[in-house]
């Protein structure tokens, strides 16, 4: 199913989207929800959900410790989700991901035994110590929210995110995150080590047992699968469309690899996002350039040489946004 059919889905199946009002109501509650657990990270907070009401995924690459695991989980805790977590190691396969089909004596047939990739919010912890090979069992359910297993195809719950970490490390025992892989991605952000009045108040609420396991749902899978609708009917006229355009054409005249069209689609959906949280029905060029850095950056390969993303993949995409301007024709 692609993000196309994703959407007429939807619509077959009656999915009434909310007023944006009550969009924005939601997301707020959630933020709110989540803060409780994860101290002083908003912005990031923030980004996941615009990720999520995007139909996108996560990728936060960060130091141990600082919270990505905690984020996830108090995410799914606050939707009423079902929350997986994937460790991924070297030895990891394909099929301890997807799951896979066992042999059942006594009906004389194969049942499926679904992975811990079916959740509503699933936790891809260290995805870069995996090879290849299992990282790419991550693809097809990443874009198109079902999986193969044997020739015959699962869907995965509704709504499907990803929230992958990367230790950003240690680089020996890691693989590199295949192109094709990153740019199924809709955002990649760092938490970052919190400031000492944040630290403070985080150790103030883990002494003794961790907030996390008090965090209580203050609202459901079937009224965020709504907001989501509600984000995918916001208004993006045709001068948006082409300033999105016109910028990630922009980083491929400045880059060794620019931003796939792919990306291209998934910055407009975060500056759908973008208008529910700010309370409207249609997109701005403003909503466009807030989600840009977090969006483009980790496609862009800067030289021919060098790895996807970083300060010279931000850089690139700094100066792509100082150079187009959203008012021209």
């Known amino acids: 199913m692609t993000e196309g059919s994703t959407r007429a889905a939807d619509a077959e199946r009656g999915v009434e989207p909310l007023p944006v009002a009550e969009a924005r109501a939601l997301v707020e509650r959630v933020t709110e929800n989540v803060g409780e657990v994860v101290v002083g990270k908003a912005d990031v907070v923030e980004d996941a959900l615009v990720a999520l009401l995007a139909r996108g995924h996560l990728l936060l690459e960060d130091v141990p410790g600082v919270g990505k695991t905690v984020l996830a989980r108090s995410l799914a805790g606050s939707i009423d989700g079902t929350f997986s977590r994937l460790q991924f190691t070297p030895d990891l396969l394909p099929s301890d991901v997807t799951g896979t089909n066992v042999f059942d004596e006594a009906a004389g047939g194969f049942d499926f035994h679904p992975g811990p990739v079916f959740g509503n919010v699933v936790l891809g912890d260290e995805i870069n110590r995996a090879p290849p090979k299992t990282q790419s069992a991550l693809l097809e359910a990443m874009a198109e929210g079902q999986v193969t297993v044997d020739g015959e195809t699962h869907a995965l719950p509704d709504p499907f995110f990803v929230v992958a970490t990367q230790n950003a490390v240690e680089r020996d025992r890691v693989y590199d995150l295949p192109a094709a892989e990153v740019d199924r991605f809709t955002k990649k952000c760092t938490l970052g080590y919190p400031d000492v009045e944040e630290e403070v108040e985080v150790l103030g609420r883990v002494v003794g047992h961790h907030p996390v396991a008090d965090v209580e749902p203050v609202t459901d899978v079937a009224a965020l699968r709504r907001a989501r609708e509600t984000t995918a009917r916001v208004e993006t006229a045709e001068p948006v469309r082409r300033y999105v355009a ?29 208008a529910v949280l700010d309370g409207r029905d249609y997109v701005v060029p403003d909503d466009v350039k807030r989600e840009a850095r977090s969006v483009l950056a980790h ?9 996807l993303g970083g300060e010279d993949a931000t850089r690139v995409v700094s100066r792509a946004l100082d150079a187009v301007d959203p008012e021209a024709p």
């Open 246 to 274: 016109r910028l990630v054409a922009e980083t491929r005249e400045r880059a060794a690899l620019g931003v796939s069209p792919r990306g291209g689609v998934a910055l407009l959906r975060c500056a759908q996002a973008r």
């Open 299 to 307: 496609r862009v390969r800067a030289d021919a040489g060098g790895d």
